[in-house]
């Protein structure tokens, strides 16, 4: 836990872990994939950062939010609608009755930009709004939930209810959101074709730089005090009452810092594959986004990015050979982690992987002189019920 | 009586709650003097912790008054009271287990409590000082990197007690600190008990008569949500109410 140099810390055993994940995803993947396949690569990782929120607020502090969607979704539209008002100049619209203002508005007989598209023209505000929108949600649905003490299954109910209000509501305000299409045919980013293989790349590099820098604000968060809080909230939360903790600021934190996360997310997702729709904010992707993170393990962050690439990997290919089912397959997987590997792969790999680590030539024994550091509790048996009496 | 209020370090009065129409407590006068060791005995369901809940703001009064060192808690927030200087500790062991001993303290220990606090919260010489200082009065100076969940139940209790300690309340309350305990592990915590009320005003709840007689100052009888007797060990011992309801059988 106690790093004293940045090279220290990349030559220990947590350190080893990011460095292996860096390498595959900057050095591997770009070499093995082709431009196509790894913008689907980047398509996945948008929702490791939704599934990093999610380990920190779901995994350290028990808090299940079944509408990270939300977030996801509202950094993604925050993004759409700045590429949406950039491709919409008067010379490409010259065809419609409104030029100059988005298409779908066009088909919907609205004729002028409405008030909360116009701070969409600045990119300095829209990377702002890509954050702060997500957060602000949150932060209203924090307290008025947190200092109730709602917690538990209401808690991710009531998310859950959020993300489907959020998806009707864009779906019925279709001149002004793009309704169920959402918002398409995005082009350039500040006069930069987004759409190339070469742009595709670039950004693909920039969604991992994100990701990293994701990744240290989370675990800066886990290791320092605070990180702690958050798991001894989840074990005793009344003991953390009484030891003179407003519990409820620290539930707000955790959930913004996740919605936060979230709405970086979207907003790459809406930069890599060029458009933004409800399909993405409603209950089936917010779901998704906690097997991801269950899958990986949602006690361990580099659990949770691994997990939102191989669901996402095996849905893809899945969904190539036998769409009809991956749903099934879907439900089978998390299934069987909340049964047979509550802890997800990073309690997989704890527990089977880490013994063998030992055998190894040289590595093992350069790992072994380093103490492995306790990311799982012990297995518990409430997996979904983050609720503890 | 008014003119002595300010002496008293607790001064509980008129205090009820009703639950449905239940009154856990009713109109219910006590005080404690700073340094004082209180014990509160009872029969099950007499409003024993129901009071110590009400003191720590767990649960809200229905009518009447504590006020502590010149601060009214019934109208604060948990984490408030616990900041004027009331820590609780609850009846069954309620420790963080998937944090180390270390860590558990450490929780406790008082400073950076906010969120931007805990953020920038240092690990400096002084927290380790007093979280090593603390784990040693609790005989768990062994075991300070060990997850707490594998500790005894005894020695949860203690980390307990511990956690408390370390975040420097004028008053400590304990709701049967002995209960479930091997002899020896109860010989220790008498021990420990008898180290804390050295400069702590203790408010305990307990049914061990031996082990509130070797600790107590004064002792509050409590039934039915009333006080039933009020005392020294002897004198309530001797009331022939108390004998009633209470020692009797």
Redesign the interface.
């Known amino acids: 836990m106690k790093t004293n140099s940045p090279l220290q810390w990349l030559t220990s055993r947590e350190g080893i872990y990011y460095l292996l994940l860096a390498l595959l995803l900057v050095v591997v993947l770009p070499l093995l994939l082709d431009p196509f396949r790894l913008n689907m690569v980047g398509k996945y990782l948008t929702y490791a950062f939704a599934a990093i929120g999610l380990v920190m607020c779901w995994g350290k502090a028990g808090i299940l939010s079944l509408g990270q969607g939300v977030f996801f979704g509202l950094g993604g539209y925050c993004m759409a609608m700045f590429l949406k008002l950039e491709a919409s100049t008067p010379e490409a619209t010259k065809n419609q009755s409104t030029p100059g203002i988005p298409d779908f508005m066009d088909w919907n007989q609205i004729t002028e930009l409405p008030g909360f598209w116009q701070p969409f023209h600045s990119f300095s505000f829209t990377l702002i709004a890509v954050i702060a929108v997500p957060v602000l949600l949150a932060f209203i649905i924090g307290v008025a939930m947190f200092k109730r003490r709602v917690g538990g299954v209401y808690f991710a109910i009531i998310t859950q209810a959020i993300a489907a209000i959020l998806t009707i509501l864009i779906i019925g305000q279709q001149g002004l959101t793009g309704g169920v299409n959402g918002i398409t045919d995005l082009q350039t980013l500040m006069g930069w074709n987004i759409r190339t293989d070469m742009a595709k790349t670039t950004l693909y590099f920039v969604c991992v730089g994100l990701l990293f820098l994701s990744l240290l604000v989370a675990r800066h968060v886990q290791n320092a005090k605070l990180g702690r809080i958050l798991v001894a909230m989840r074990d005793q939360e009344n003991r953390v009452r009484f030891s003179g903790y407003d519990v409820a600021s620290f539930k707000v934190f955790v959930f913004c810092l996740a919605a936060g996360l979230a709405g970086i997310g979207g907003a790459l997702f809406t930069l890599q594959v060029g458009f933004m729709s409800p399909s993405f904010v409603g209950i089936v992707p917010s779901i998704e986004m906690v097997v991801f993170c269950a899958l990986g393990g949602r006690y361990s962050l580099l659990g949770g990015v691994y997990g939102a690439l191989l669901v996402n990997a095996a849905k893809s290919g899945f969904s190539e050979s036998f769409p009809e089912l991956w749903p099934y397959a879907m439900g089978a997987l998390f299934i069987g982690v909340v049964l047979a590997f509550p802890n997800g792969l990073a309690g997989l790999y704890e527990r089977y992987i880490m013994p063998l680590e030992k055998r190894l030539p040289v590595i093992g024994k350069y790992l072994d002189k380093d103490k492995p550091a306790p990311q799982a509790p012990p297995v518990v048996s409430d997996q979904l019920s983050a609720e503890k009496p | 009586m008014n003119a002595q209020k300010e002496n008293f370090l607790l001064a509980v009065e008129g205090l009820t709650v009703s639950f449905d129409g239940f009154k856990a407590v009713d109109d219910l006068s006590f005080y404690l003097d700073p340094k004082e060791i209180r014990v509160i005995i009872g029969p099950n369901g007499a409003g024993k912790t129901t009071v110590l809940d009400l003191i ?1 703001g ?1 649960t809200r009064a229905t009518a009447g008054s504590i006020r502590f060192g010149g601060k009214e808690l019934t109208k604060m ?3 408030q009271i ?2 004027a200087g009331v ?2 500790k ?1 009846q069954n062991p ?6 180390t001993v270390f ?2 303290l ?3 220990y ?1 400073q ?4 931007m606090g ?4 240092k ?1 400096d010489a002084a927290v380790v000082e007093a979280v090593e200082s603390i784990a040693e009065t609790i005989f768990l100076s062994d075991q300070l990197n060990e ?1 707490a ?1 594998l500790l005894s139940h005894g020695q949860k209790q203690w980390l ?1 007690i511990g ?1 408390l300690l370390i ?1 420097k309340p004028d008053l400590l309350m304990l709701d049967e600190p002995v209960a479930g305990m091997s002899v020896a592990e109860r010989k220790k915590t008498a021990e420990l008990l008898r180290v804390i009320t050295r400069d702590h005003t203790v408010l305990v709840i307990e049914h061990d008569m031996q082990f509130v007689g070797d600790i107590a100052d004064r002792v509050t009888v409590m039934h039915q949500g009333k006080v039933l007797s009020e005392g020294s060990i002897e004198h309530v011992k001797q009331d022939p109410k108390v004998i009633e309801v209470y020692l009797g059988h």
């Open positions: 720590c767990k927030k948990e984490h616990v900041h820590g609780r609850f309620s420790v963080f287990e998937d944090l860590e558990n450490e929780v406790s008082p950076g409590h906010t969120v805990a953020l920038a919260f690990r997850p969940g307990e956690m975040q």
